[in-house]
């Protein structure tokens, strides 16, 4: 097999050192080097040193966990080509795992270029995408301590999700705060309703009778307190974003112009996908890399699907807006040019012949087998 890489390393990531193991072409034959160095910042500048001194040039390293990232990036400041490989792409043969055999079968497939690359963003799309997952999570949580007053509230036989959609709103913040310092009489929680609010007031006064004790009102504060952190720190998330945007602003001002796709939005899917879609030679690799397409499982000339949620009613139609979209963002932040829609009859006016095939496509699935013959043309 033919070698492209003649002077390669394989590097075993763990949590506290790193096994690598150099592969070098040399006249005599092929010959390999394995030294373990710490994950230390000190390791880790003796890995790089150890690396250039044989002369490699490319690097392979497995995605584990969040270990592999601070290898990456001491090693990415010298003159190697980096390559994260998926586990899962990698595996070893069965029974004969150990981190020298790990880090010698990387630099083994690395040598012949049979590690698919993973995309791995620039520093600063990686800093946008951690603090948007952050920002995720935070408003994961929010969500959990919002369902833990709906509990409390329940306990205490208090239905005011029943009648107000925002538990957390402006008419539901201030009946919660009067509870919690101890007002019980429904004819003056109801009075601190909005007048915008649309709920009856017998409705909301029958809900607001209920049984509080001092038991619920301190649940309530802690979880009300633990809210207004979350909407700070949500709120400090959103200012380092806004003021680290430079480099994404017009990618976002143009996935901003789909309709339906937020600014938030759009900052994700930058944040998830960066904006160099030279990494991606079609809109199909994109797709694939985010699992938006199903991979190829076929045996005995039988293909089975691999894609689960597409046989699941309505997450079929979701899986296949998803894609579209992301095509759509390929392409804009290809070219630069801003969304235009295709308006709903785009694929009426699609050709005959491209429709007419991909119908004969979904007959002949479906058991039948069908000849066509084209109408006479109008007088």
Known sequence: MQVLYPRCAGLDVHKETVVACVRLVEASG????????????????????WLAHHGCTHVAMEATGVYWKPVWHVLEDGAFTLVLANAAHVKN???????????????????????????????????????????????REKASHTQRIQKVLEDANIKLDAVIANVLGKSGRAMLEALIAGESDPARLVALAHPGLKSPKDKLRAALEGRVTAHHRFLLRRHLNQIDALDASIAAIDKEVDDNLAPFRT?????????????????????????????????????????????????????????????????????????????????????????????????????????????????????????????????
């Open 251 to 379: 990618a976002v001002e143009l996935l901003s112009s789909i309709f339906g796709v937020s600014t938030l939005s759009a900052q994700i899917i930058v944040s998830e996908i960066g904006t160099d879609m030279s990494r991606f030679p079609t809109a199909g690799h994109l797709l694939s890399w985010a699992g938006l397409v199903p991979r190829n499982d076929e045996s005995a000339g039988k293909r089975r699907s691999n894609r689960l949620r597409a046989r699941r009613g309505a997450k079929k139609a979701i899986c296949a807006v998803a894609a579209s979209l992301l095509t759509a963002a390929y392409h804009m932040l290809k070219t630069g040019a801003f969304y235009q829609d295709l308006g709903p009859d785009h694929y009426q006016r699609r050709s005959k012949h491209t429709q007419t095939g991909r119908l004969l496509r979904r007959l002949r699935q479906l058991g039948y087998m069908v000849e066509i013959t084209p109408l006479p043309e109008a007088a």
């Open 93 to 139: 043969v069965p029974g004969r795992k150990t981190d020298v055999n790990d880090a010698a079968w990387l630099a083994e497939l690395l040598a012949h270029g049979l590690i698919r690359a993973s995309f791995v963003p620039d520093a600063p799309t990686q800093e946008l995408r951690t603090l948007l997952r952050t920002r995720k999570q935070l408003v």
């Open 30 to 49: 092929v010959v390999t080097q394995v030294r373990t160095f710490a994950t230390t910042t000190t390791g880790l500048m003796e890995l790089s040193a």
